[in-house]
């Protein structure tokens, strides 16, 4: 039986998002007789992590499924046992890069990989809390109907059963690493009130995040491409294709990885950084490992604490930090799509080490292009005035601390991907802790 675990990584009160996911898992369980690890990793505050808790608790009972339900402090006390058995150096650096106190979106991902790795998965499925299921007919719209069937398989046996494929036939003897969609709806980054008020100055924001070099054509492209998703069409009917899956057609609520990926490399842990979750679907292209591209968006929202002042200011520094990680990022993204499938070993996997190599080398790039940005945003925010203007204001104070941590976030990523590997085996053998109902 197929083991694996289906994730909901939550700093949010989201418990119509828990029930809806749930019914994903029996999906898996009674459609394709998966045995299925559903985790649901809660950073809430007491109170609300009660109220999931009693979520939780009235679930139904199906074969097939079981629900581990953990707050931080059982992560943490998973996490202390995996460190220790793994006898890295540096365990409280390693254990405050895999539960920091900021919001990490990669770090919370990397958790549920090693978890995974505890309960015997063989992939990992990713859902958000603030996205919810397409309906048709009145009923979900579940991913997991196409990331089950193939996912570590040669893709030549995907073919041989009919799926549509363009993936070159050299290729078809990889395993199938990855299975993801997109979403429809708002855009992924809640950016979309300077759109409304600017078009000229959205186009400026949202160009910050491609390389300093790039035309004005492809910046213009990637900007009419970027957080759109899927667009707004709703789902009619089932469509996928084996292919080396683009990364701007897949978004992290909606994903799956096989174990021969997320074993091999983490996620970046960098704190209040917006897309420091998306380097696997990076690296599963560039290594030309096949994947499987389906039509079962999620559907994307926002949650009104991003209106409030305190969260719009931590949003917009999430932004920032993500622009000014794309310079690393954009740097490790040309190595790997020029190494190919030379990242990989004879066995079709990883080679983690020269993944490793290739982040250490992207931290001693010169920061000009990163002052750049700053001074174009600080422009562009100043010409929409009121709240942000003041943001620009706030972050004429952070500049010099931005500029560092950019730098030492990618550092700090290298180290964990160099322990990565002996982590994950140290997580095999490591009881994930209470939580299971």
């Not at 990397?110 to 978890?115: G, I, K, N, V």
């Not at 109907?145 to 030549?156: F, M, Q």
């Not at 050299?170 to 300077?194: C, K, Q, T, W």
């Not at 992290?252 to 990926?261: D, G, K, L, P, S």
Request: net charge negative; glycine share 8%; with cysteine.
């Amino acid at each position: 039986m197929n083991r694996i675990c289906l994730t909901l990584p939550t700093n949010r009160a989201c418990s119509a998002t828990i029930a809806a996911i749930h019914r994903e898992a029996v999906h898996a369980a009674t459609r394709f007789g998966a045995d299925v690890q559903l985790l649901i990793l809660d950073s809430c505050d007491a109170r609300t992590r009660a109220e999931h808790a009693g979520v939780v608790a009235a679930l139904p009972r199906t074969d097939g499924v079981t629900v581990h339900h953990l707050g931080e402090e059982p992560q943490r006390a998973f996490l202390r046992r995996v460190v220790e058995r793994s006898g890295l150096p540096e365990p409280d650096r390693l254990l405050r890069l895999l539960l920091p106190a900021g919001v990490s979106y990669g770090s919370c991902t990397d958790r549920a990989f090693l978890l995974a790795a505890a309960l015997g998965c063989d992939s990992v499925h990713r859902r958000d809390s603030d996205s919810a299921y397409q309906l048709r007919s009145g009923e979900p719209v579940f991913p997991v109907h196409h990331e089950l069937p193939w996912l570590g398989r040669p893709a030549a046996d995907a073919t041989a059963a009919g799926l549509r494929t363009d993936l070159d036939p050299a290729d078809a003897h990889r395993p199938v690493s990855l299975a993801g969609a997109s979403f429809i709806g708002e855009l992924s980054v809640d950016i979309g009130e300077i759109r409304r008020r600017d078009e000229g100055v959205y186009h400026e924001v949202v160009g910050l995040w491609a390389p300093a070099g790039c035309s004005p054509e492809d910046r213009r492209r990637l900007v009419e491409e970027s957080f759109t998703g899927a667009g707004t069409a709703p789902f009619t009917e089932d469509r996928s294709t084996l292919t080396l899956v683009d990364p701007m057609r897949v978004d992290m609520c909606n994903i799956a990885f096989h174990r021969e990926v997320y074993e091999r490399v983490p996620l970046p842990p960098a704190t209040d950084t917006i897309g420091s979750d998306y380097f696997l679907i990076h690296l599963v292209h560039d290594a030309r490992l096949p994947g499987i591209l389906h039509n079962r968006h999620i559907e994307n929202f926002h949650t009104p604490e991003r209106r409030t002042d305190s969260g719009f200011t931590a949003y917009q520094t999430r932004y920032v930090k993500f622009l000014l990680s794309m310079l690393h990022l954009h740097h490790v993204y040309d190595r790997m799509a020029a190494e190919g499938d030379r990242l990989l070993d004879a066995g079709h996997h990883v080679r983690t080490g020269r993944i490793a190599e290739l982040l250490r080398e992207s931290t001693g790039l010169d920061r000009a292009e990163n002052e750049w940005r700053l001074d174009r945003l600080d422009t562009a925010y100043r010409k929409l005035g009121g709240r942000h203007e003041e943001f620009a204001e706030r972050l004429t104070g952070q500049r010099a601390r931005l500029l560092d941590e950019a730098p030492r976030d990618m550092a700090d990523f290298a180290l964990l991907t160099e322990g990565w590997p002996a982590l994950v085996d140290a997580a095999r053998h490591t009881a994930p802790g209470p939580g299971e109902r």
